[in-house]
């Protein structure tokens, strides 16, 4: 059954810039359009905008800021730019590359300046790929809060965000061009709302078990930690209007899922020199590598899952996030005064769990690198007492989607743009690349917010220039 409609009925009203979905995106393309003096109006389904933004850490990456600057760290878009490439093995897409990480910095000191959203950046530990600290989260370092931020900030802007509201089609002309949105309600009712511009700000496909199983059927069966709204529509409604699709494949993963509870544990837990065991004891890749990337690598270990280890000095710096906090009061954390304790109380030998991580040691002494390629230099040796996390792998969210230009306009297969249908966040095709090692720290919320603020000011500026 078609989703898009071809219908001449009337529209119940008719609005400037309509935008599908209130997470980082949505929000962002609200407040440009807004500030460009175009009104837009947010369809979110659920009561509340929550959705992928608030299951995040709420952290974004973005060079030359003024919080990097504050904090005495050097960094530019060009060397953002190649950080981002070289994680997606050449692959992500240099147009929407160049528009991201340049506007990566201006967009973190707009939401600061112009919106009070106090952005500062996580000075006392990297991420992988990253070659500058340029992670900017909020006071809580958490989705939920950045989220509640930018709904407090579209709301003081006198923007309309309609709750409840499930967009199940669009209506669109001949052409290609978006004439409205049809929405459901939770009573059952539609309602016909016609647009002159539309952006999709609805995320991927991660909660369509049909779409995950076509494009990334390694993780067909694997937890999905994202929002259940992220039902692809997005590239469903792109694809009937001619839209083309790009990296589907691609997606994020996660390693580092507190097993049964379901709370993500922060991968500074392995980056400030903790590792990751199976079930036997034994380490089983190169950690260092990307969260991304370790799902698969932890869901292919016996039973699907592994143990993080650490210890307390790691645990503090862990403790910054929300999640970990979360993490400690459910009871997902151990803590153990020595090596013996901590094999005892994670059901595996000691001689092994004493092997590895004396191995461990002596690479950190030696500054050497492993046989699974990471490097150990400059890390401090563990020291009781010792932590550990039992985890899974999961599906974060989907990084493919519809292919956009540098202004955020949906491209037909011919590279020729949609009349007025414009996409952000995961929605958009990424900058991963095809797959999962082509994630960098950051690259969901870094398309949602920089691409959520030029759609909603590209799809203003195009309903202005209209007679």
Known sequence: MSRILTDDLPFALTVPVAIVGGGAAGLCAALAAKEAGVDAVVFERDALPQGSTALSAGLIPAAGTAAQRAAGIADSAASFARDIQAKAHGAADPEVLATVTQGAGPAIDW?????????TVIADFSYPGHSARRMHGLASRSGAELVDRL??????????IVGAAHVTALVAAPDGRVRGLVVARPDGSEERIGCDALVLACNGYGGNKTLVAEHIPALKDALYFGHPGNQGDAVIWGQELGAAL?????????????????????????MEGGCQVNALGERFWNEASGYSEAALAVLGQPGGIAWDLFDARIAGIARQFEDFRRA????????????????????????????TLESIADLKRRRAT??????WSGLPDLAPPYL?????????????????????????????PLPNLFAAGGAAVGVSGPDAAGYLSGNGLLTAVVLGRIAGADAARLVSAEP
């Open 111 to 119: 939401l600061t300046e112009r919106h009070g959203l106090a952005f």
């Open 151 to 160: 709904r407090a900030a579209a709301e003081a802007a006198g923007i309309d």
């Open 246 to 270: 790009r990296h589907m494949s691609g997606h994020q993963g996660h390693g580092s899922v507190a097993h049964p509870h379901g709370i993500l544990v922060s991968w500074a837990v392995i």
């Open 328 to 355: 400690e009061a459910a009871g997902a954390v151990l803590q153990v005064e020595s090596m013996d304790e901590l094999a005892t109380r994670i059901s595996i030998p000691r001689q092994v769990i004493r092997a």
């Open 370 to 375: 492993d046989g699974f390629g990471r490097d």
């Open 388 to 416: 550990a996390v039992k985890v899974t792998g999961a599906l974060f969210h989907t990084q493919g989607g519809l292919a956009v230009d540098g202004a955020a306009r949906v491209l037909r297969s011919d590279g020729r």
